[in-house]
């Protein structure tokens, strides 16, 4: 899928760039056909990049693409054309220029709003505030996730695609609510929100899976941690 969405965007975007160079190349005639297939394929790539963005991996692939290819027959195109076609059809160059890369960066972050990471990052970040309002209300924090359902949450936000769920356990500082973000040979990190940090702090590569203690390698299981 890497490498058919890499090939795919570079080949739809040269296309796309001939393709309206085509249709504006004449100073007498605007080819309207080439100039609707170049635009249209410009918008497809933006399409499937907000579409592979929803991937973990897939934001830092579109990055990547968007960098060292994309980026690069855009701007050389751009150039290309606002020497070699006509009159005001050298605007049509620099709207290419400016306007598909700034579509495509957006298209990339509208798509990695929908990642199970980011999604995984608002889900604890409303249980976070949902415990502390269950503190307010009992004077002590809950001793396990479900507690805070029905009249908290709605439900309690499915498991994070990760090692162990969602990790949570009552510290000296009220709660240390987290999940395994990534693991790799090196070890693993995890993710972690408290009481006074009301945004993710993701720790470097830990041994011990601090402040959960989930030994050497987190335990790839779906249960919470009490």
């Known amino acids: ?45 933006c399409l499937l990049t907000a ?3 929803t991937q973990d991996w897939g934001g830092m692939l579109a990055v990547m693409t968007g960098i060292y290819y994309l980026g690069i027959i855009v701007v ?15 605007t049509v160059a620099l709207l290419v220029g400016i306007a598909f890369p700034l579509l495509f960066w957006q298209s990339m972050l509208i798509g990695s709003e929908g990642s199970p990471d980011a999604i995984t990052r608002r889900n604890g970040i409303l249980m976070a505030q ?5 503190y307010v209300d009992h004077h002590v924090y809950p001793t396990a996730l479900e507690q805070l359902a029905p009249q908290y949450l709605a439900k309690v936000p ?3 695609q990760s090692p162990g769920g969602w990790l ?3 510290t000296n500082d009220g709660f240390a609510l987290g999940y395994v973000s990534w693991v790799d040979q090196l070890g693993y990190g995890v993710c972690v929100l408290t009481p006074r940090v009301t945004d993710w702090n993701c720790l470097p590569i830990t041994r011990n899976g601090e402040p959960f203690n989930l030994g050497p390698t987190p335990v790839p299981t779906r249960t919470r941690m009490p």
């Open 1 to 45: 899928m890497v490498m058919w969405y890499m090939i795919g965007s570079i080949a739809m975007t040269v296309i796309a760039v001939v393709s309206i160079f085509y249709g504006l190349k004449d100073a007498h005639v605007v080819r309207r056909w080439p100039l609707v297939i170049g635009f249209g394929l410009l918008i497809v790539v």
């Open 51 to 53: 579409i592979i963005s």
């Open 76 to 90: 050389v195109a751009s150039l290309v054309m606002l020497v070699l076609l006509p009159k005001w059809r050298k």
């Open 130 to 134: 949902a415990l502390n309002v269950f």
């Open 158 to 160: 499915d498991d994070p």
């Open 168 to 170: 949570y356990k009552l």
